[in-house]
């Protein structure tokens, strides 16, 4: 067996494109904008895979196994690593990767917040060119705002979330500022960014995704692959501009 799509798409997500080892680190994003980043990063397991592997630990289900407590984001090169039987084990016990994983997916959302500040309209603009390709759709949908607690409570959403949204809500004044200058020329534009994470937002639903794996796998399509912490965190700021004006989630 090995992890779903959408747990590696999470993991990739929450490691920042980035091995977690750190004495490595590289970034596993591929250059241009075909690849995609699971296909280079590997969803290594922490507690062995199978009979034989490094760290294989019988009393536990493949479900368990496969689950993204048990995962870790690595290049090739130290997934081999911790993965060689002798070595591996020994340099990199079960508690050890837990350690790197959960400090290295904290220091990825710290660079994920910080970036915020970076975000202006050139961020923006290379986070949302993808949009003039969506076709717009005529919902009519409203344009209402509520309490931001209500929402994130009614979305189900944790911690790490709050802490994208409330970091995201400081350049929403300048994301809509943006959405305005760009619909003087295209005035379609704001249908057709709502229609391009509409539809995303319905197949994750459709998936069966929901709180915060649903709030994170939006982010990590929000961010297009992009390489720059500054355009990723502009693709998030997009994201959690339309959270707050109930465009997309539940309202
Ligand atoms: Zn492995
Ligand atoms: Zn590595």
Same mark, same amino acid.
């Given at each position: ?9 999470? &993991? ?47 009393? @536990?289900?493949?479900?368990?196994? +496969?689950?993204?407590?048990? /995962? ?8 081999? !690593? ?14 050890? /990767? ?9 220091? %990825?959302? =710290?660079? @994920?917040?910080?970036?915020?500040? +970076?975000?202006? $309209?050139?961020? /923006?603009?290379?986070?949302? =060119? ?10 009519? =949908? ?14 189900? &959403? ?5 802490? %994208? !949204? ?8 300048? %994301? ?16 057709? &960014?709502?229609?391009? $994470? ?10 069966? *995704?929901?709180?915060?794996?649903? $709030?994170? &796998? @939006?982010?990590? $399509? ?6 720059? *912490? ?22």
């Amino acid at each position: 067996m090995s992890a779903t799509y959408p747990t590696k798409l999470l &993991l990739a997500f929450r490691s920042g494109d980035k091995c977690a080892l750190p004495s490595c680190g590289r970034q596993l994003t591929p250059d241009g904008d075909s690849g995609n980043p699971i296909n280079v990063g590997k969803a290594a397991h922490i507690e062995g895979e199978h009979e034989g592997a490094a760290r294989y630990n019988a009393s @536990m289900s493949d479900v368990e196994r +496969d689950h993204y407590n048990n /995962l870790i984001y690595l290049c090739g090169v130290c997934h081999d !690593i911790i993965d060689d039987r002798a070595q591996g084990e020994h340099d990199y016990p079960i508690e050890r /990767l837990q350690e790197i994983k959960t400090d290295h997916e904290r220091k %990825v959302r =710290q660079a @994920m917040a910080d970036a915020f500040a +970076d975000v202006g $309209f050139p961020e /923006l603009e290379e986070a949302t =060119q993808w949009i003039l390709t969506i076709q717009p759709e005529q919902s009519g =949908q409203d344009f209402l705002l509520i309490a931001p607690e209500d929402k994130l409570r009614k979305n189900d &959403l944790g911690q790490d979330s709050r802490a %994208v !949204i409330t970091i995201g809500l400081s350049v929403a004044r300048d %994301v809509g500022a943006y959405i305005e200058s760009i619909s003087q020329t295209e005035p379609d534009f704001p249908e057709r &960014l709502k229609a391009g $994470f509409l539809s995303e937002y319905y197949r994750l639903i459709h998936e069966g *995704q929901t709180g915060d794996d649903l $709030f994170d &796998l @939006m982010c990590s $399509f929000a961010q297009r692959g992009f390489e720059r *912490q500054a355009q990723r965190s502009a693709g998030l700021s997009v994201l959690v501009y339309l959270f707050e004006s109930c465009e997309v989630f539940e309202k």
